[in-house]
């Protein structure tokens, strides 16, 4: 899926040098859309080439309904939103099949972060847009976005894409997104 130069890229052992790049800028930063909450306890910064190759397996398989999944998490489309030729990695993109308890609160069906150079450039606004159309490929009629509270620019990004303020939980601001579907 592309807007512009920014396409929703699903994660590839051929662009691990630049998701390497990507995972280390954000540093300490809780990567939202990443996925990275999947990895084992003391691989989650294993940004090695072989790292990256489990990483992609396992992010694959959260699309595939026929994949039991570990109890709470649900089906999940994971891309790397990438700019350019060659791609590069500017961030991450979790498009959610369904919403559990947790999720309907505080995660929403998409949940995403640009790498920190590269913010304020209009990649979020475009990938959220692409997920929506993905969204509604998928046969959602509405999907939910949540951002911080004090989160601004995710804001900006969630209404510049059609959201519409549904309430304030738990410091989460909840919005909903017709899809068109």
């Known amino acids: 899926m592309q807007w512009g130069m920014t396409r929703l890229h699903l994660p590839d052992v051929a662009l691990c040098e630049t998701w390497q790049q990507a995972m280390l800028e954000f540093g300490d930063e809780q990567v939202h859309g990443s996925g990275y909450w999947h990895r084992p306890e003391g691989e989650q910064r294993d940004y090695t080439a072989e790292g990256c190759k489990k990483f992609v397996e396992q992010l694959l398989a959260y699309a595939d309904h026929d994949e039991v999944l570990p109890d709470g998490m649900v089906h999940c489309d994971y891309y790397w939103i990438t700019d350019g030729e060659p791609d590069e990695v500017v961030g991450f993109l979790a498009l959610r ?43 959602l009629e509405q999907v939910l976005v949540t951002c911080d509270d004090d989160n601004a620019a995710s804001r900006a990004t969630i209404v510049a894409n059609g959201g519409v303020l549904e309430d304030v939980r738990k410091g989460k601001q909840r919005y909903w997104i017709d899809t068109g579907h």
């Not at 309907?104 to 606004?125: K, L, S």
């Open 97 to 139: 099949h369904e919403l559990n308890a947790f999720l309907r609160e505080e995660g929403g069906h998409i949940g995403y972060a640009v790498r920190p150079g590269r913010r304020r450039q209009g990649y979020a606004t475009r990938a959220l847009g692409l997920a929506v159309r993905r969204a509604a490929e998928l046969g």
